[in-house]
């Protein structure tokens, strides 16, 4: 039995010696792993979640119906404000600012809510920028600085990593999607999508935080 013993440690220690670079091979991406996830968890427990509402414009090209203008948003002294701008010669980007849809993201729900708003009249027969208000949004005040109060910035987050099948395997091989960061730390979004069905997946534009409440005149 003793023998037996022997021997069998003898065949273990063996199979470990010739196969050590196979067992490495499958052990370190495991603790790789492991240690990914722990090291993107830190950062998220060093800070509270993000506290500031904020507002995105996503736009896009409708080939349905063709517009000679073009719609954008701004701040302007703390009020999200409108502007329709017509065809120009020579501007290129016109087509894919036909339609924009707002988004305001509530932190205290981690979730985009569409904001309507209603286009001036006789824009056919535009000749001249014109603005219009978002009566929506016109008891907010808004800020147009990229980092919040509390220090967070809107960001766009894509990569593909050369993980090969384990990266693939636990979701590590593609990354992509809208976030919150702050030194290190980032949150990610929730997707935006408009009530037609349509995906926002890289053509959101930040326009500003919510910065506090405006009191009814």
């Known amino acids: 039995m003793k023998g037996n013993s022997v021997?069998?440690?003898?065949?273990?220690?063996?199979?470990?010696?010739?196969?050590?670079?196979?067992?490495?091979?499958i052990v370190l991406p495991v603790l790789l792993v492991i240690g990914f996830l722990i090291l993107s968890a830190v950062?998220?427990?060093?800070?509270?979640?993000?506290?500031?509402?904020?507002?995105?414009?996503?736009?896009?090209?409708?080939?349905?119906?063709?517009?000679?203008?073009?719609?954008?948003?701004?701040?302007?002294?703390?009020?999200?404000?409108?502007?329709?701008?017509?065809?120009?010669?020579?501007?290129?980007?016109?087509?894919?600012?036909?339609?924009?849809?707002?988004?305001?993201?509530?932190?205290?729900?981690?979730?985009?809510?569409?904001v309507p708003y209603d286009l001036p009249d006789n824009l056919e027969e535009l000749k001249k920028s014109v603005t219009f208000p978002v009566r929506k949004l016109q008891n907010l005040s808004f800020s147009s600085n990229l980092i919040s109060p509390d220090g967070f910035q809107f960001d766009y987050y894509g990569r593909r990593s050369s993980s090969g099948l384990l990266g693939e395997i636990f979701g590590m091989g593609r990354r992509y999607g809208y976030i919150l960061s702050k030194e290190g730390s980032s949150f990610e979004l929730p997707p935006v999508a408009v009530q037609t069905g349509y995906y926002y997946s890289d053509n959101l534009s930040f326009i500003g935080w919510v910065v506090s409440e405006r009191k009814s005149s």
């Open 43 to 114: 950062p998220k427990a060093m800070f509270p979640p993000p506290q500031y509402d904020f507002l995105l414009v996503g736009y896009r090209y409708d080939n349905q119906i063709v517009r000679d203008y073009h719609v954008g948003f701004e701040v302007r002294e703390g009020v999200v404000t409108g502007r329709v701008t017509p065809k120009r010669e020579g501007v290129e980007d016109f087509r894919f600012r036909q339609r924009a849809s707002l988004f305001l993201y509530r932190a205290d729900e981690q979730r985009f809510e569409e």
């Open 7 to 25: 021997k069998g440690s003898f065949l273990k220690g063996n199979f470990l010696k010739d196969n050590l670079v196979l067992i490495a091979g």
